[in-house]
């Protein structure tokens, strides 16, 4: 017998919390591949950011750096990473790990 489609709550996945990170796992990040249109090191602070709680976030952006990426590579019109994160008003504490690490805004 062939099961319906799941709807609503039946098909979300239950959120992990408290896991553990370990700095590897943080690293994995750095090798993310972006899809065509998008720079590489922007593409790997939006997968952290959209992937990451706080804690995770501020420990990874150091790994970033380290790593020798840019804090500050822009989109085709001029805006950064920053620029997107200020745009969400319940990432006030990203924004502020990113600023604090040497980000900065663009053109938006």
Known sequence: MKEGKKRGAERTQIATRNEEWSDD?????????????LP????ILL???RGMTIDLFE???PLFVEAGHDLNTTLEDGSTF??????HRKSVEYAEVL????AVTGKS
């Open 47 to 49: 997968k952290a950011y």
């Open 59 to 61: 420990r990874f952006v």
């Open 25 to 37: 796992r943080l690293k994995a990040f750095l090798a993310l591949e972006p899809p065509e249109d």
């Open 82 to 87: 920053l620029d997107q994160v200020k745009r």
């Open 99 to 102: 600023e604090e690490a040497g």
């Open 40 to 43: 590489t090191d922007y593409n």
